[in-house]
């Protein structure tokens, strides 16, 4: 079992930023994607944004010019949220693929105030 460590998330106003950090351990490699999704209540679990060992980058067309994904290194994932809106409101969840097998973090609340 892969243990993602998450951390970043918080309560913000409508128009501010926050940062989600996502790693994974170490030790293990042939990562070859890492990213996040996101769970509003009642909804199904979405896509944010991923970025692929090369260095591909995909986004939801709701956070396109407003999110940024990044690569710290081969193993840490960084997610830039600029210009939140209430509706990015969710928990969001780090995703990691290995070996065509999907892993997950536990989740982190993000929660933007109108």
């Known amino acids: 079992q892969v243990h993602l460590v998450e951390s970043g998330g918080g309560l913000v106003q409508a128009g501010g930023s926050l940062r989600l950090s996502c790693a994974a351990p170490?030790?293990?490699?042939?990562?070859?994607?890492m990213g996040w999704y996101r769970q509003a209540p009642g909804n199904e679990r979405d896509l944010v944004a991923t970025?692929?060992?090369?260095?591909?980058t995909n986004y939801a067309d709701s956070v396109k010019g407003r999110f940024t994904i990044s690569r710290e290194d081969k193993n840490t994932v960084h997610l830039q949220m600029n210009s939140l809106k209430p509706e990015d409101t969710a928990v969001y969840y780090c995703w990691m693929r290995r070996y065509d097998l999907n892993y997950w973090g536990q989740g982190t609340q993000v929660t933007v105030s109108s």
């Open positions: 970025i692929s060992q090369g260095g591909s």
């Open positions: 170490g030790s293990i490699s042939s990562i070859n994607a």
